[in-house]
């Protein structure tokens, strides 16, 4: 079972990028359906975005143009742009890695990474 790991958490002001990563020690995620989530406490994880080779890059609820995932290939990792970020956006955020297809739910997946808390704040 893969490992994930997510890295590139922190600080940010309102209305700043970040850039979130995910990967595996050892493991190359280029043939894994890898999701991203973020949970805040007392609230369900929600689905955020995808990437797939099948499904494309399918984006969950309205988040269109904020959340921009892409492979890196070479080094068999993905990583999630994050835009105009609000303080709603403050939130642990989650890799997750399905040797299927793409899902905005939790239950699609079957590794997750521990996750990195991302605070958006002034």
């Known amino acids: 079972q893969l490992q994930l790991v997510e890295s590139g958490g922190g600080l940010v002001q309102p209305g700043g990028s970040l850039r979130l990563f995910c990967e595996a020690s050892?493991?190359?995620?280029?043939?894994?359906?890898i999701g991203w989530f973020r949970q805040v406490p007392g609230k369900e994880r929600e689905g955020l975005t995808c990437?797939?080779?099948?499904?494309?890059?399918p984006i969950y609820g309205d988040e269109v143009g904020k959340f921009i995932l892409h492979r890196d290939a070479a080094k068999g990792t993905v990583f999630m742009e994050m835009n105009s970020l609000s303080p709603e956006d403050t939130a642990v955020y989650y890799c997750a890695a399905s040797r299927d297809f793409c899902s905005a739910y939790v239950h699609g997946y079957q590794s997750w990474g521990p996750g990195t808390q991302v605070t958006v704040a002034s």
């Open positions: 050892g493991f190359s995620l280029n043939n894994y359906a």
């Open positions: 990437i797939s080779e099948y499904d494309g890059v």
